[in-house]
């Protein structure tokens, strides 16, 4: 018994000598320094599995670095903490590339054909020169999402809808609900009818639930995990949404939709890929559609109902700006304008951007394409990923002050001290900057502002509790809760007598600032 305890005491000595002489020797100097090393290639695996994105930040605190590097098993990771370096990598859009990384995790999460595959996969960093279909992809989607015509237009159906459903909602009063799940079909039907027009195929109800089964699959599919059960589901969703979707557009339907779905087809036509494949596509943007913007709106409705102060002085704020108007049929109704919303709803607004600062858990990462020295100072290898975990830059007392762990509805309000946008990255930033997000603002603001002046929600068996968010995966920029709760939903009092509800669009949807980018627009 003695001799086998150290036969194994010898082995696991033996093994570790081997990892730590194997990592010291692959290791070069002019690399960003190895941190977490305690049991090499082991240690940083067991961190971002237990931590997640929190891990990163832990790490920051622990050690300040501007950058580290993380040995896993076959790769190497290069986290980059400081804003000077992330703006380097961002212009190093080449060197350090993100259409690469996307190119791969699409074609495995839609399981496209061997045809459509091989071109998405060609030319993906430009080496050829600017064509291609994913070099050419954001150029083609952008202008249907800048602010202009296009923008315009969209939120416009999109106002509609949600004045609709929120009217449909006051004669079901009292209800209760799940707060997210209600959330969830809400956001999930206006935003797709808006995109897709009056035959949007995620007005089925099988559409519509397949789409979350396809999202919570995608971790194992992204990792190739293609035998689990979760990524079985997820296949069998992403049949289900691609058959929608292949009949929506050769029924031609598409033409009833926004710009961003013709842009979104006239590219892939362009490119030849085939329909089905084409479909695929469209049902898996769903998750840049959705993924975000519904979870966003679900803890800006909890910010806003759990703090009768947040409530009271945003309230006071959009009933500022509401107008009542006759309708064609003559009925007073209630009035937002979303563009004054815009500029005078300053808590609202700071309230909106407090949120995406603290739950944002964006990771955006970049491939090495070449080795590579990042400011002439570190040497990123060949292969490996860079990333910029956004929750170091948006949990940085230097930037945020000691109070950066809590939620304070008023940062982004006050007119005296400005805090720095180079350290807000909830949309990200250089080339790979959300085209989504003033579109996603839009929708979160309009949907949020109508609910308080109209309703009131009270969690059904207890108080309100802060929902925890620690199954959020690792792709994932926003988390949902954890656990769903009821919620029962009634009318606001003294706006009993107000049947109906509309938003207007005065002026061109005008960018508020939600990037640095935005700031010189
Ligand atoms: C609150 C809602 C949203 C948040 C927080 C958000 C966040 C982000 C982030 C962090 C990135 C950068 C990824 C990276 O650099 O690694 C991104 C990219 C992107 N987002 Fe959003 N997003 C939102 C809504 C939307 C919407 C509604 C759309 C579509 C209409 C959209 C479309 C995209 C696309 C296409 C990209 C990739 C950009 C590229 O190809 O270069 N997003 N988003």
Redesign the pocket.
Known sequence: MAMNYSVIVGAVTAVYVSLRLLLHYTQDRREPHPLDTLIPFVSPVIGISRNKTNYYVMLRDRYNLPIYTLRMPGSRIYVVNSPALISAVQRQYKALA??PL?AKASVKVSRFSKTASDIINTNTNGEEGDWGYVMT??DT?QPS?APGTHLDAMNRVMLGLVAEYLNRLREQLPTTVRLFDWVKHQITLA?TSS?YGPSNPYKSPTVEAAFWTFKSGMSDLIMGLNYTHTASEAIRAMDIGATAFENYFSDNHRQGGSA?VQARYSHSMDHHIPLNDIARSEFANGV??LS??VP?TFWMLYHLYSDPEVLAECRKEVSDVMMVINNNEGEPTHTIDMSKVKTSCPVLLSTYKEV?RVY?T????RLVMEDHMLDNQYLLKKGSTVVMP?PVQHHNPAIWGPTNATFDHLRFASTEKRPNQAGF?????????????H???TE?LAFTAVMIMQFDIEPKFSRWVQPSRNKVEFWE??PSPDEDFEVEIRSVESEKQARHWAFVLSDSDKPIELSAEDLSL
């Open positions: 993100f259409m996307v992809f954001h989607i999402l935003t995109t961003l840049a559609l975000n913007t966003n995406l944002s964006a990771v955006s990462a956004t990255r909830a949309f990200g930033g250089g080339t790979t900057l959300c085209p989504g997000r579109f996603a603002t979160i920029a926003t």
